[in-house]
């Protein structure tokens, strides 16, 4: 079928013997075809090759000649045309293959005219990193995205380097991931570049970097500072900021040795080198190796560098009190989502039954809570500004310093307990904290979950529950019992696991960031309601108060927001609305 198709588009062509698709290996071809196209500049010789997964992959079509590696964009090291296209018809794979030649036809005319020249700008990126030599380990950087030009600091570990702007950031990294690593840095350079060079002028030598170096501001007494005496050689990145946003790259420039012996120093008593000759002899001739560079700051973890919330959220303090499967969870959520500064409260430690849905694992059981989450934070993500865990209950936080949680912009309440929440409603009046408390918790079976906003000035949290911690309004209800016992006093459980939680817990981490995001000025309730199967499944059934709310559906499986309850009343029912 392929074949006759190509046959009738383009005439003649060769199968492709197995030495001729062994240059193609990588690709895992089953067959290939060479074939002759025309183009603006006369005929060109193309290689069509199918991988095994044809019709399931796309074929690749291939350049014969000359290698345009780095010379046309799009052109791979194997001569590979890197092709657009995502969706394809697998029932049709003649015409698949006949769309592909097309395609290749048309790249290789717009490469032929130079139309394609700005590509290699606008994804500097990935050519600098098919034109990279460096093996070994990765280059990560802490750098914020801008310029200018500067001198930067450089650690070398066994797995990765990391550069970042000073010492104090290396540091606070290394210790949240790995909590404690000897610390020796040296300088390096960021050369921020106004436009990113084509790939004929990526720098191959030490002297090429330095003219890079002095076209960008660096002076020849700053570039001193890069010339070192040990053989680690002079890290330098290269700062672009290109269409699609901040490209980094690095290049690396060996110390000069000749037999593995420096040369720095030959020819100079005490190895005094005059800064010129040491600059000639260490940014020379010799070749450099060129690398990519990850960059982990946390503008580009969270939301690539173009998240309009980074900042608000990066400043952000968040106090956590109860560090359980919800509190937890919620806690992982927000530093995934951007937030700088926490403070984990929780006195309790975490057991084997506390694992199946709780986001710390076996190796912490025994641990705090707080402790233990404290620790998974700062580890999973090392930009974090600050989390302190405090292994104490609220009650005696609050007591013994009643200003503890004043500079948090906002206080999550996920303890389920009515005796610690009421006194956090209390405390809140009357504290120096600004911003809302935002307290979560599931119904049995995580059937249901709730989130409530309690602004500063707003309702009271109190107002929607009795006197005894009844709440006014509960979606669901239950014909027996909702928990079960352990073999010991007062040890009962609810029976559900971390993916019925998962409702609740991204429902109240979103009033979260909501609250963070704009002033809570009223006291606000949001609620995830689960679907009826589970419900009925689990031996319950919706609240009849619940039934009668406006935007009831039997079906479940949404998420709503009411105003907090004012005094004792609950929500407004349908027939309240229609009076």
Request: proline share 6%.
């Amino acid at each position: 079928m392929v074949e006759d198709r190509i046959r009738r588009r383009l005439g003649g062509f060769e199968r492709l013997d197995r030495q001729a698709l062994g240059k193609y290996g990588a690709r895992q071809p089953a067959a290939g075809w060479r074939l002759t196209v025309p183009t603006p500049e006369g005929e060109r010789h193309l290689d069509v090759v199918v991988p095994r997964q044809f019709p399931f992959a796309l074929p690749r079509v291939a350049f014969v000649g000359p290698s345009m590696f780095l010379k046309w964009a799009h052109f791979e090291r194997d001569s590979v045309l890197c092709l657009d296209g995502e969706g394809f018809d697998v029932e049709r794979p003649g015409a698949v293959v006949a769309d592909r030649i097309a395609s290749a036809c048309q790249l290789i005319g717009e490469c032929e005219r130079g139309e394609r020249d700005g590509d290699f700008v606008d994804e500097f990126l990935s050519y600098w990193g098919q034109a990279s030599n460096a093996e070994g380990v990765p280059i990560y950087s802490l750098l914020p995205p801008n310029g200018p030009s500067r001198l930067v600091r450089v650690w070398r570990g066994k797995r990765f380097v990391l550069v970042a702007d000073d010492d104090e950031a290396i540091a606070a990294w290394l210790k949240n991931r790995f909590g404690s690593v000897d610390i020796k840095t040296q300088s390096g350079a960021l050369i921020w570049l106004d436009r990113p060079p084509l790939p004929a002028a990526f720098p191959n030598s030490g002297a090429a970097v330095r003219r890079l170096a002095a076209e960008a501001g660096f002076t020849d007494e700053q570039l001193c500072e890069l010339v070192t005496q040990d053989a680690s050689g002079a890290t330098l990145l290269l700062g672009i900021d290109t269409p699609a946003g901040l490209a980094l790259a690095s290049t690396w420039v060996p110390h000069p040795t000749r037999r593995g012996r420096s040369t720095l120093g030959d020819g100079f008593r005490n190895k005094m080198v005059p800064a010129q000759i040491a600059l000639g002899r260490y940014f020379g001739g010799s070749p450099i190796k060129r690398a990519s560079v990850d960059r982990a700051d946390a503008s580009w973890i969270h939301g690539r560098g173009v998240n309009p919330r980074f900042d608000r959220f990066r400043r952000a303090k968040v106090a956590i009190i109860g560090c359980g499967s919800v509190g937890a969870a919620i806690a992982v959520l927000l530093a995934q989502s951007g937030i700088g500064r926490f403070v984990l409260i929780d006195p309790e430690r975490l057991a084997w039954a506390n694992v199946g849905r709780h986001p710390l694992g076996s190796p912490y059981v025994g641990t705090h809570k707080c402790v233990g989450l404290a620790r998974k934070i700062r580890s999973d993500f090392p930009h974090v500004a600050s989390v302190d865990a405090i292994a104490r209950d609220i009650e005696s936080v609050i007591m013994d310093e009643p200003d503890a949680l004043a500079d948090c912009d906002l206080v999550v309440s996920a303890t389920g307990s009515w005796a610690t929440e009421a006194f956090l409603d209390v405390w809140h009046v009357g504290s120096k904290l600004e911003g809302p408390v935002v307290y979560g918790w599931t119904e049995a079976h995580a059937a249901a979950g709730h989130a409530v906003a309690i602004a500063k000035e707003g309702r009271r949290f109190r107002e929607g529950f009795d006197a005894c911690g009844k709440p006014h309004l509960q979606v669901t209800e239950w014909s027996g019992p909702t928990t079960l016992r352990e073999p010991a006093c007062g040890a009962v459980f609810q029976p559900y696991g971390a993916v019925e939680l998962s409702f609740t817990v991204g429902m109240i981490a979103e009033v979260v960031l909501r609250a963070l995001d704009c002033p809570v000025t009223a006291s606000t309730h949001g609620l995830w309601i689960g679907r009826s199967g589970p419900l009925r499944a689990a031996g319950g059934d919706w609240d009849p108060r619940w039934r009668s709310t406006v935007g009831f559906r039997d079906e479940g499986g949404f998420v709503t927001q009411h105003p907090w309850p004012d005094g004792s009343a609950a929500v407004m029912t349908a027939a309240e609305a229609a009076e």
